[in-house]
């Protein structure tokens, strides 16, 4: 995580143009000369595994909730049909 999320900011940054060859229109990133210019920090062991804890963390929440949203507009499209249609009667439901 900590490697893809530091290359992203240079990505994000326009770090990569510079880095960039090819005139097929397809890009093609010059690594060597990439490596061999930038300076790239690495961080400690320490810091990276909190990083990718977090991260995990993180990615976990996105896809539960990704699911969540799934699920939750099957039961809107099954739902609302019926609704709509008279099927099922809500008017007895209290508040």
Known sequence: MYVYHYWQYFYNKGIFFNFENGTTGIKNLDLNGFIETQPINIAPDN????????CQSIYSAIYANG???????????????KLLSGE????????
């Open 67 to 81: 699911m969540e949203n799934e699920r939750l507009s099957l039961l809107r499209d099954t739902l609302l049909p």
């Open 88 to 95: 099922i009667d809500i008017s007895n439901i209290g508040y």
């Open 47 to 54: 810091l990276v595994i909190k990083f990718d804890t977090l």
